[in-house]
């Protein structure tokens, strides 16, 4: 059983084009994640929901929005696309409430992004 | 500013012989994580090492942690073909976790 999946696993769009990324966990985790990771492999950390409550945003543009219908679920929502969003962005989940430091965070496969 | 930062950036050595990546970083930290990626693929959480603790072991892997010198590194004995991925170091800082940008390690046969 895949513990964190995402869909679609690629994603070729237009620049300017609004587009969505899914994600899900079966893991009964308290929060959840998404990170960037860009050309160079730097994975830098986009947002955190713990049950559904926001509790990171980083300074990310406004056109990035996540959504968290209930805990298992964190989607994110991306307008007005643009060619810097190229990128492979990563879900994560994790046991921790709150503070997610000591705990161990459990990856998606990612979802490439290409903006044209 | 970047929390954790490895050296060396890639590594090529033989199958059999011995990997050692190192991990710095900025300010003090409750604990340090390593995880792998392979390609094209999510990362995979290997180790955690706390700041009370200066060694730690599992199966080929072993993590050391220098609070002193605000460092780290990740020895994996007798390397395989499998082993050949990124490795990542993760600290905490503001609550959250930060990634370094990885060493990316090469297994040749």
């Known amino acids: 059983d895949t513990a964190v999946s995402q869909t679609p696993k690629y994603l070729v769009t237009q620049m300017g084009n609004d587009k969505s990324i899914k994600c899900e966990q079966n893991?009964?985790?308290?929060?959840m994640y998404w990170y960037k990771q860009d050309s160079k492999k730097f994975l830098k950390i986009m947002f955190s929901?713990?049950?559904?409550?926001?509790?990171i945003n980083e300074t990310v543009p406004n056109r990035f929005s996540p959504k968290s219908p209930d805990k298992a679920h964190l989607n994110l929502h991306i307008n007005s696309l643009e060619l810097g969003d190229s990128a492979v962005y990563f879900c994560?989940?994790?046991?921790?409430?709150?503070?997610?430091?000591?705990?161990?965070?459990?990856f998606g496969p990612g979802t490439r992004l290409t903006v044209l | 500013s970047q929390q954790g930062e490895e050296d060396p950036q890639a590594l090529s050595i033989q199958e059999g012989e011995n990997a050692t990546m190192n991990c710095s970083y900025k300010?003090?930290?409750?604990?340090l994580q390593w995880y792998r990626q392979n390609s094209g693929r999510g990362l995979v959480h290997l180790i955690l090492?706390?700041?009370?603790?200066r060694e730690k072991h599992s199966g080929r892997l072993r993590v050391t942690l220098d609070t002193s010198k605000k460092s780290s590194s990740l020895l994996i004995t007798a390397s395989r073909a499998a082993d050949t991925a990124s490795y990542f170091c993760?600290?905490?800082?503001?609550?959250?976790?930060?990634f370094g940008s990885g060493t990316r390690l090469s297994i040749r046969p």
């Open positions: 300010t003090s930290i409750n604990n």
């Open positions: 090492i706390r700041s009370n603790e």
């Open positions: 993760a600290t905490d800082a503001a609550s959250k976790i930060i």
């Open positions: 893991l009964g985790h308290d929060t």
């Open positions: 929901y713990n049950n559904k409550e926001l509790i």
């Open positions: 994560a989940s994790s046991q921790a409430s709150g503070v997610a430091s000591t705990d161990t965070q459990y």
